[in-house]
């Protein structure tokens, strides 16, 4: 048990170094006034949405725990479970909150570093998503082992290491939960900007991405903070918490032995201080490949985390320790292997990419044809990836050795996260950089370092798909030998030919299409309210629509001094804080019901099963069918949204069709602009949130097993 304050001092370790470059990054210059008062903007609107989505948050989180407290105590069981859920909602909230709040300040400083060099910029903003990297592992790890060790030191359970297992799990339901509603909501936020931003500035007015005559574009580049930085943060914290949680719960079920339990919590300690060292391998020199620089430290931090897992569980564990260690060498190379793949098939230049490309050239319906097909092609090779996974690190270590697959490919979140969150940083640092009129070279510096972001996110994704796949499936098994202890049925088996189980099986393969419809008509409706915004104020400032007129006129050189007159004025009138307000509000009203399907389905199906005394077999079938349906849905959407961007960016740097160039401005890129619009809410809203939806409901599952059977 004493090992365990190491594992909690790593925890503490990761917080200092997250305060310690969040101070860094302070300490940076923020450049011109207009640079400061831009990011200041970006920065006060997504406060302000996560402000106003934790108030939404506090009331649904206070009413789960007390329900949780109700319940146990009806059973006869410990109540603490509700304590660990408010502990694990808490430290997915404050991830989101850290690393947002340096991503906003990260993003103008890059800008600023950008007009130095390339060099500079891609220090300052990767260290800005190394701040939300180890904000996550370090809350992640602190949580799961402080409430281990305080639950263990009380007594509280009289050495019934069960229950007290049992009792954590609430932490994993605490963190999926805020999860799925940071993702959906962050989803619908960025999407409902970005679909406004695009179609009314870039497809019926013509003017560039994120120009500042656009009322939607602070609302984009705040959007790509509240999705892509706390969304994917409160993701892969929950994902990683998950791992560690179903690993303890199987590593008790299975062998009874505290060293299989405590295994998953020293290998998170050590990804912590591995993570931290991976950090200081990312340097480039001026004229460097920044992909080579976040390579070094993501594959090299990698590479030292096998060499630790393999002493540590050879040191931890006596019984199949190297069938252990084989099992999370399979997680890492799957993870790897479906990151590669996504890379393939959503990458600039590659043989899918360019096929959505060449068809765009007679309009936007073959444009959405292909990415479709690109997307459903996309689902073959992962899907198999994690097949073989599972089936290897099954005949390695069993049902210990999936979990412990899962636990491998995220053992190093705090680099990968790093790496993801350095992505949205340089999107918006060019953003900046547009609207506040710099030279031409700033925003080719930005646009180097998102480009390279776009590619670490396509691995990013891979990783967070093949670990929702194989940590849901931990967690299944982590319910299953709950319920075999419960009920005294050993082997605890699902019939597929039982009727019930059937008809569960049925409905849990049709939740990812209702929870995408949901997503995506969320985004919808969000997105219909900017665009007629955005034409309201095209159409009645009279500023703004002059302005926009000379900006029609062509290259700034052509313009009078009363045309850039005009054209000043115009830039003071368009009204962000209007956009702004339309996407928080529609972000907090839609973001309610995908999430509560997630929570309230397994309870209702489990309660439904009671009545012909077959809760648990018929929950079973939910499960299964909910995950073999939402992987491959989340592999399609976020493959073919992918493709579709990639491929409206191949465009704009100018490509060449049957002989003939094309650019930006012509036919072929606004049949790309709509098939990128087609996709945003595919890889940015639906498709991330169906990771955290299988995941949910499975512990949802684990959590409410003993109360509902």
Same mark, same amino acid.
């Given at each position: 048990?004493?090992?365990?304050?190491?594992?909690?001092?790593?925890?503490?370790?990761?917080?200092?170094?997250?305060?310690?470059?969040?101070?860094?990054?302070?300490?940076?210059?923020?450049?011109?006034?207009?640079?400061?008062?831009?990011?200041?903007?970006?920065?006060?609107?997504?406060?302000?949405?996560?402000?106003?989505?934790?108030?939404?948050?506090?009331?649904?989180?206070?009413?789960?725990?007390?329900?949780?407290?109700?319940?146990?105590?009806?059973?006869?069981?410990?109540?603490?479970?509700?304590?660990? @859920?408010?502990? %694990? &909602?808490?430290?997915?909230? #404050?991830?989101?909150?850290? /690393?947002?709040?340096?991503? $906003? *300040? =990260?993003?103008?400083?890059?800008?600023?570093?950008?007009?130095?060099?390339?060099?500079?910029?891609?220090?300052?903003?990767?260290?800005?998503?190394?701040?939300?990297?180890?904000?996550?592992?370090?809350?992640?790890?602190?949580?799961?082992?402080?409430?281990?060790?305080?639950?263990?030191?009380?007594?509280?359970?009289?050495?019934?290491?069960?229950?007290?297992?049992?009792?954590?799990?609430? @932490?994993?339901? %605490? &963190?999926?939960?805020?999860? #799925?509603?940071?993702?959906? /909501?962050?989803?619908?936020? $960025? *999407? =409902?900007?970005?679909?406004?931003?695009?179609?009314?500035?870039?497809?019926?007015?013509?003017?560039?991405?994120?120009?500042?005559?656009?009322?939607?574009?602070?609302?984009?580049?705040?959007?790509?903070?509240?999705?892509?930085?706390?969304?994917?943060?409160?993701?892969?914290?929950?994902?990683?918490?998950?791992?560690?949680?179903?690993?303890?719960?199987?590593?008790?079920?299975?062998?009874?032995?505290?060293?299989?339990?405590?295994?998953?919590?020293?290998?998170?300690?050590? /990804?912590?201080?591995?993570?931290?060292?991976?950090?200081?391998?990312?340097?480039?020199?001026?004229?460097?490949?920044?992909?080579?620089?976040?390579?070094?430290?993501?594959?090299?931090?990698?590479?030292?985390?096998?060499?630790?897992?393999?002493?540590?569980?050879?040191?931890?564990?006596?019984?199949?320790?190297?069938?252990?260690?084989?099992?999370?060498?399979?997680?890492?190379?799957?993870?790897?292997?479906?990151?590669?793949?996504?890379?393939?098939?959503?990458?600039?230049?590659?043989?899918?990419?360019?096929?959505?490309?060449?068809?765009?050239?007679?309009?936007?319906?073959?444009?959405?044809?292909?990415?479709?097909?690109?997307?459903?092609?996309?689902?073959?090779?992962?899907?198999?990836?994690?097949?073989?996974?599972?089936?290897?690190?099954?005949?390695?270590?069993?049902?210990?050795?999936?979990?412990?697959?899962?636990?491998?490919?995220?053992?190093?979140?705090?680099?990968?996260?790093?790496?993801?969150?350095?992505?949205?940083?340089?999107?918006?640092?060019?953003?900046?950089?547009?609207?506040?009129?710099?030279?031409?070279?700033?925003?080719?510096?930005?646009?180097?370092?998102?480009?390279?972001?776009?590619?670490?996110?396509?691995?990013?994704?891979?990783?967070?798909?093949?670990?929702?796949?194989?940590?849901?499936?931990?967690?299944?098994?982590?319910?299953?030998?709950?319920?075999?202890?419960?009920?005294?049925?050993?082997?605890?088996?699902?019939?597929?030919?039982?009727?019930?189980?059937?008809?569960?099986?049925?409905?849990?393969?049709?939740?990812?299409?209702?929870?995408?419809?949901?997503?995506?008509?969320?985004?919808?409706?969000?997105?219909?309210?900017?665009?007629?915004?955005?034409?309201?104020?095209?159409?009645?400032?009279?500023?703004?629509?002059?302005?926009?007129?000379?900006?029609?006129?062509?290259?700034?050189?052509?313009?009078?001094?009363?045309?850039?007159?005009?054209?000043?004025?115009?830039?003071?009138?368009?009204?962000?804080?209007?956009?702004?307000?339309?996407?928080?509000?529609?972000?907090?009203?839609?973001?309610?019901?995908?999430?509560?399907?997630?929570?309230?389905?397994?309870?209702?199906?489990?309660?439904?099963?009671?009545?012909?005394?077959?809760?648990?077999?018929?929950?079973?079938?939910?499960?299964?069918?909910?995950?073999?349906?939402?992987?491959?849905?989340?592999?399609?959407q976020s493959n073919a949204g992918g493709a579709w961007d990639n491929a409206k960016k191949m465009i704009e740097e100018g490509i060449e069709i049957n002989g003939e160039k094309y650019g930006k401005g012509s036919d072929v890129h606004k049949a790309a602009v709509v098939g990128?619009?087609?996709?945003?809410?595919?890889?940015?809203?639906?498709?991330?949130?169906?990771?955290?939806?299988?995941?949910?409901?499975?512990?949802?599952?684990?959590?409410?097993?003993?109360?509902?059977?």
């Amino acid at each position: 048990m004493n090992n365990l304050y190491y594992v909690i001092g790593a925890g503490v370790l990761a917080m200092l170094y997250a305060f310690w470059k969040t101070g860094w990054i302070n300490s940076q210059d923020e450049g011109t006034d207009r640079m400061k008062q831009i990011g200041a903007s970006i920065a006060d609107g997504a406060m302000a949405f996560l402000k106003a989505e934790y108030r939404v948050l506090a009331i649904f989180v206070v009413i789960v725990a007390c329900l949780l407290a109700f319940a146990a105590n009806s059973v006869g069981d410990s109540w603490l479970v509700s304590i660990s @859920f408010l502990v %694990g &909602a808490l430290a997915s909230g #404050l991830a989101g909150f850290l /690393g947002m709040r340096v991503a $906003t *300040k =990260a993003n103008n400083r890059t800008t600023n570093a950008a007009q130095s060099s390339l060099a500079k910029a891609l220090n300052v903003a990767f260290t800005g998503g190394s701040v939300m990297g180890l904000s996550v592992v370090g809350l992640g790890v602190l949580g799961v082992t402080s409430l281990y060790v305080i639950y263990d030191y009380l007594e509280l359970f009289n050495d019934d290491s069960q229950k007290l297992i049992q009792a954590i799990t609430g @932490f994993s339901l %605490g &963190a999926s939960s805020i999860a #799925l509603f940071a993702r959906v /909501g962050g989803g619908i936020y $960025t *999407k =409902a900007a970005d679909v406004g931003a695009d179609l009314v500035g870039k497809v019926e007015a013509g003017i560039p991405e994120d120009h500042p005559l656009n009322p939607a574009t602070i609302a984009d580049n705040v959007g790509d903070n509240v999705g892509d930085v706390a969304g994917m943060g409160a993701d892969l914290f929950e994902s990683y918490v998950g791992a560690i949680i179903g690993s303890m719960v199987l590593g008790w079920a299975i062998f009874g032995e505290l060293a299989y339990v405590t295994l998953p919590l020293y290998i998170a300690g050590a /990804g912590i201080i591995v993570s931290i060292i991976g950090t200081f391998m990312v340097s480039a020199k001026e004229g460097g490949s920044p992909q080579k620089a976040l390579n070094i430290g993501e594959f090299g931090s990698s590479g030292i985390m096998v060499i630790v897992m393999y002493f540590l569980i050879t040191y931890t564990v006596e019984t199949n320790a190297m069938g252990i260690f084989y099992a999370t060498l399979i997680g890492l190379a799957a993870g790897l292997g479906i990151g590669l793949i996504t890379e393939h098939y959503t990458g600039t230049g590659t043989k899918p990419v360019k096929s959505v490309v060449d068809q765009s050239i007679t309009g936007s319906a073959t444009n959405i044809i292909a990415g479709l097909g690109v997307g459903m092609q996309s689902t073959f090779i992962p899907v198999l990836i994690i097949a073989v996974a599972i089936v290897f690190a099954h005949q390695n270590a069993g049902l210990y050795g999936i979990a412990m697959a899962a636990l491998g490919m995220l053992a190093n979140t705090g680099i990968q996260l790093a790496v993801d969150a350095y992505g949205p940083i340089s999107d918006n640092a060019g953003g900046i950089a547009e609207m506040a009129g710099l030279p031409p070279e700033v925003r080719e510096r930005t646009d180097k370092l998102d480009a390279v972001g776009n590619t670490t996110a396509a691995i990013g994704k891979g990783f967070a798909i093949g670990s929702a796949a194989l940590t849901t499936l931990a967690l299944f098994a982590a319910f299953s030998e709950i319920i075999k202890s419960k009920l005294g049925e050993s082997p605890f088996l699902i019939n597929i030919s039982e009727p019930i189980v059937m008809a569960a099986l049925f409905i849990g393969a049709m939740l990812p299409f209702l929870f995408s419809s949901l997503a995506m008509g969320a985004v919808g409706r969000a997105a219909m309210a900017m665009i007629e915004e955005v034409r309201r104020q095209f159409r009645e400032i009279p500023e703004l629509k002059a302005a926009l007129e000379v900006l029609g006129k062509g290259d700034e050189s052509s313009w009078s001094d009363e045309d850039k007159s005009i054209y000043e004025a115009g830039l003071t009138k368009a009204d962000h804080g209007r956009c702004i307000e339309i996407s928080t509000q529609s972000a907090i009203k839609e973001m309610l019901l995908p999430g509560l399907l997630a929570v309230v389905t397994p309870i209702l199906i489990g309660l439904l099963g009671n009545l012909v005394n077959m809760g648990p077999q018929a929950l079973g079938g939910l499960l299964a069918g909910v995950t073999v349906s939402g992987v491959a849905m989340a592999i399609f959407q976020s493959n073919a949204g992918g493709a579709w961007d990639n491929a409206k960016k191949m465009i704009e740097e100018g490509i060449e069709i049957n002989g003939e160039k094309y650019g930006k401005g012509s036919d072929v890129h606004k049949a790309a602009v709509v098939g990128d619009t087609v996709g945003d809410p595919f890889k940015d809203t639906s498709g991330p949130s169906l990771n955290i939806l299988i995941k949910l409901m499975s512990v949802v599952s684990l959590v409410m097993a003993p109360f509902l059977f």
